[in-house]
């Protein structure tokens, strides 16, 4: 029943900004971290960012730092990821993960790219 559906994604030229949403239901939300993965083809997936289940520890891939902003609103079950000043290489495929009971469930990801 852990469902998590990402939305937000499309296409930005570069310098511009998106904002990542990430639904999550079945599941005590504040309970549990949320993390951003993306993958690009031919690309190993990465971790972009994750959030404690409170909000108050963040992590941040080290391509992304500085121009990425994890959050989450508790109370809506929302974890976002601000996106600025977005590069070509950002372009993937952006998924949102969890594991609870020790279960690994992911979204069914949202496509970004960045071009001109």
């Known amino acids: 029943q852990v469902q998590l559906v990402e939305s937000g994604g499309g296409l930005v030229q570069p310098g511009g900004s998106l904002r990542l949403s990430c639904e999550a239901s079945?599941?005590?939300?504040?309970?549990?971290?949320i993390r951003w993965y993306r993958q690009a083809p031919g690309k190993e997936r990465e971790l972009v960012a994750a959030i404690s289940g409170g909000g108050g520890t963040t992590t941040y891939g080290d391509s992304v730092k500085g121009r990425f902003t994890i959050s989450r609103d508790n109370a809506k079950s929302t974890v976002y990821l601000q996106m600025n000043s977005l590069k070509p290489e950002d372009t993937a495929v952006y998924y949102c993960n969890t594991v609870v009971r020790m279960g690994n469930y992911w979204g069914q990801g949202t496509q970004v790219t960045v071009s001109s």
């Open positions: 079945g599941f005590t939300f504040s309970n549990y971290a």
